[in-house]
């Protein structure tokens, strides 16, 4: 992994990604799984590399939204019931790489429009989540979490706020507990089949923590530097058609 042509750009790109994410109530999977789609990493290595990195770093961003009081148990566990076994069974499949990464491609559709504040607005007026509502979504997200290597936050995000269950941080810090249920999930599917962690994959966590423990401080408490931002959507724009022509 390290041996990876340009790694020390990857290196120092890293942990801006997670201060990011990190801002927002998120994990960053999507966008680790976009800087190593940039830089050629085996696919192989790509999926539980970036759940490892979710489990730190969304762990760390839930810790200072929940500190801030913003979390909501009863909107999280209406997700989580089915988020975390299907998040297990799409963590054992193990699909083509030209498929896989334009799924990824996809999905990395929605974390762009999160980093361009398409889903920024939120309601004065929120809704309760109904069970089925929340069951549905949890259980598909999660899904899709396992396979591709994402805790589903980039996705959940959006939903909550645009059908308006809950406000912005409530979003972050409920999103970013589900990121880390479906990455341990995911995580332990990917073990289940024989998948093993690099070594070198747990240099990445202490990079990625350094940017994750800043976003999470100051995305929980401050303004998020929206000019970062959109460098951050730009290079998730270039892996985007990477990965959808390659």
Request: aromatic share 14%.
């Amino acid at each position: 992994m390290l041996q990876t042509e340009n790694i020390y750009i990857f290196l120092i790109i890293l942990p801006v990604v997670s201060f990011l994410y990190s801002s927002v109530g998120h994990g960053g999977a999507s966008g680790y799984l976009a800087l190593m789609a940039l830089f050629s990493f085996a696919p192989e290595s790509m999926k539980p590399t970036a759940l490892l990195l979710n489990l730190f770093v969304a762990g760390i961003s839930f810790y200072y939204y929940y500190k801030e009081g913003f979390f909501n148990k009863k909107l999280f566990i209406s997700f989580a019931i089915t988020s975390i076994p299907m998040a297990f069974i799409g963590g054992m499949i193990e699909i083509d790489a030209s498929l896989y990464k334009k799924i990824l491609a996809v999905l990395l559709i929605f974390a762009i429009l999160k980093m361009l504040n398409v889903f920024g607005k939120e309601s004065t007026a929120i809704k309760d989540v109904k069970l089925w509502q929340g069951l549905l979504v949890g259980g598909i997200i999660g899904f899709f979490s396992g396979l591709i290597g994402i805790g589903g936050g980039i996705i959940l995000t959006p939903i909550i706020l645009l059908l308006h269950w809950g406000k912005m941080k409530e979003a972050a810090a409920v999103s970013a507990l589900f990121i880390w249920v479906n990455s341990a999930s995911g995580l332990i599917g990917q073990f289940s089949i024989g998948v093993t962690l690099e070594k070198a994959s747990f240099l990445l966590v202490i990079i990625a923590l350094i940017g994750g423990i800043l976003g999470g401080y100051y995305g929980s408490k401050k303004i998020n530097n929206q000019n970062l931002q959109y460098i951050l959507a730009f290079v998730l724009l270039i892996a985007c058609v990477k990965l959808f022509f390659t």
